[in-house]
């Protein structure tokens, strides 16, 4: 079964817009999870413009489901897991100033790196997973790290949705295929939401995990918080 985990990067950014603590995000990471998320993700950035290094050791103790923090693991970031220990660290390429993540890693240029990031966290004992464009070169580099899993960037994905869906799926379908075939597991993110997430989750057999954040909060605006998470639980049965 595919694990829905909810980024609350969101929640943090609206919070942060007046400085107070409306919304409060440590409730509503609880709530999330009463509401059935199985997972909750984070992605602390160096300006903390939305999720605080501070909310990320006050989220560890309250988050009962699986506890995913995402970041490019700089020396602060890699401060940060140790101290934490999250379930999952997922490695994320992105640079200081980037609005959102919008590109996997290069897993051929920086295997030697990833590798040695990848046998820190695991002796922490995080499960590691790397962002990865599906391309089928990069996922036979990714292998070789010794990561757990793979994230599939799937910005491609979404935007190809609509015109071929079919052809938008492919590469992913491939991918992940040969992911599994080299021992690692499976998951995706990155602009997933209620149109496109039915088929990605059919066309991709063993998809253990999708981390899904600004789509859900748009949509919980309109729909309420628990009908949201429960709508795009749905998606991935």
Partial sequence: MTKLSVNINKIATLRNARGHNRP??????RDCERFGAEGITVHPRPDE???RYQDVRDLKPLVT?????EGNPTPDFVALVR???PEQVTLVPDAPDAITSNAGWDTLRHQDYLRSIV???KQMGCRVSIFLDPVEELVRAAAT???DRIELYTEAYASGYHQDREAAVAPYRAAAALAQQLGMGV???HDLDLDNLAFLHQQLPGLAEVSIGHALICDALYLGLENTIQLYRRQLL
């Avoid at 489901?65 to 923090?69: A, G, M, P, S």
């Fill in 65 to 69: 489901t699986e506890f995913n923090i």
């Fill in 187 to 189: 998951n995706a993110g």
């Fill in 49 to 51: 413009r939305h999720i």
């Fill in 145 to 147: 790290t010794g990561a």
């Fill in 24 to 29: 409060d995000l440590l409730l509503t990471a």
């Fill in 83 to 85: 101290e934490v220990r």
């Fill in 119 to 121: 046998q820190d966290f």
